[in-house]
């Protein structure tokens, strides 16, 4: 299929999705306050809704006129000081997510006054990227105010059009009218994915690159069709993006799988010649500090469990081999390695690793005695796991 290369909006999309922006956005008009009331209350809120992008807008609701830039830029420093905590505690996210978007609001608006100020310092372009983001995770639970976030979108994408934080704008708000037209239970035509296909092809590195055409293709039922924009997706997207690494874990677990390649040796390592075992696949490195304090807990399942057919195989993303080579033989580690000695430390990757869009370190196959990759293991439930399959022709 034809590398495409030139993003533009469809023009057939357009007519549809101009009807149904009109329809979506009727009853967003801001209600009306009294002065003194809608600036106190803007004062309190920190601004939640998103600030208007016109000027005469803003005045007209009572907005006031943006403060200094690094009054601002303290302002954003210090809230994002609160959010990170969020983010790094997985225990407490469920109950804090309501707390995280609205913090991403208050950023969103802080950005905002950050440009009206006039700001153009180097910052402005990743506090872009960063708004962009927010507006997206606000996105679901924005109800009223939904169409001033697109309004949001539309700006940057307009005035930042030849800069990446331009172009990721411009994708999210396809992705907008995607789902506009799916919803609407509309079928989106062929010459329509190719312009898709093409937006996404303009970032093949993002990591959002291959969502807009997947967000196409959601409810599509013909197989063939489906098959043929998957192929595309990972022939020209960077194994990187979301899009490759969706389609990529859809197409190898449940189906066989062979893996080869060197050992730290330089001995042929080739896991078709153990056919009839269960194979446990650690993605690793050293430079991996939860990888390192997983291992000995391997090395026991293997202990425990080689007898009945167990068998480990390191998949090493590392270009310090003779490191890892140390490492594995004073540990007493002695499942083969899948190296390969040409990485170097900006391409670190094992092929076997990219390839397969591995996107964190360690993870756990496990391959079933017939070849299939079953599964990516639970290290809560790795042993678990692995009994399991270990019985199913014992």
């Known amino acids: 299929m034809t590398h495409l290369t030139h993003p533009h909006r469809s023009t057939i999309l357009t007519p549809i999705i101009a009807t149904l922006l009109v329809a979506a956005s009727v009853g967003l ?3 009306r306050l009294p002065g003194d009331t809608r600036a106190a209350m803007i004062e309190r809120y920190g601004m939640i809704r998103p600030r208007p992008v016109e000027t005469d807008r803003r005045r007209a609701l009572g907005y006031p ?7 601002i830029l303290r302002d954003i420093d210090e809230l994002a000081a609160r959010m990170q905590p969020i983010l790094e505690r997985d225990d407490v996210w469920d109950t804090r997510v309501g707390e995280y978007r609205h913090m991403q609001r208050e950023r969103i608006a802080l950005v905002s006054e950050l440009e009206e ?3 153009d310092g180097a910052r402005l372009l990743p506090l872009l990227e960063t708004k962009v983001q927010d507006v997206r995770g606000v996105w679901d639970r ?3 105010p939904v169409a001033a976030y697109s309004k949001i979108l539309d700006d940057i994408a307009e005035r930042y059009a030849d800069h990446d934080v331009g172009r990721v704008a411009a994708w999210y708000r396809m992705v907008e009218l995607v789902q506009i037209i799916r919803h609407a239970g509309l079928h989106i035509a062929e010459p329509d994915l190719e312009r898709l296909a ?6 093949p590195d993002r990591s959002v690159a291959g969502i807009l055409l997947l967000e196409a293709l959601h409810g599509e039922k013909d197989a063939t069709r489906v098959t043929r924009w998957h192929e595309w997706i990972l022939e020209n997207l960077d194994p990187s993006t979301r899009g490759y690494r969706i389609v990529m874990r859809r197409r190898i677990f449940g189906a066989p799988i062979r893996l080869q390649g060197e050992g730290l040796d330089g001995a042929p390592i080739d896991t078709a010649a153990w056919k009839g075992d269960v194979i446990l696949v650690d993605f690793w490195g050293t430079w991996c500090q939860p990888c390192i304090a997983a291992m000995p807990h391997l090395k026991e399942l293997y202990d425990r469990y080689a007898d009945r057919g167990l068998r480990i195989v390191g998949v090493l993303s590392d270009h310090e081999v003779e490191k890892a080579a140390r490492f594995t033989k004073e540990r007493g580690y002695s499942w083969p390695q899948l190296t390969d000695r040409t990485l170097d430390h900006e391409t670190w990757e094992h092929p076997i690793a990219r390839r ?3 996107g ?3 993870t756990l196959w496990i391959i ?3 070849g299939v990759l079953r599964e990516e293991a639970d290290r809560d439930r790795l042993e678990e796991q692995l009994v399991g399959y270990l019985d199913e022709t014992e």
Not at 65 to 71: A, L, S, T
Not at 198 to 203: R, S, Y
């Open 356 to 358: 397969h869009a591995i």
């Open 65 to 71: 006129d943006p403060r200094p830039g690094d009054v």
């Open 198 to 203: 093409a937006i996404d092809a303009a970032m």
């Open 360 to 362: 964190a370190y360690p």
């Open 368 to 370: 079933d005695r017939h």
């Open 142 to 144: 924005a109800r009223r």
């Open 29 to 31: 008009a801001d209600h």
């Open 117 to 119: 100020s006039g700001y």
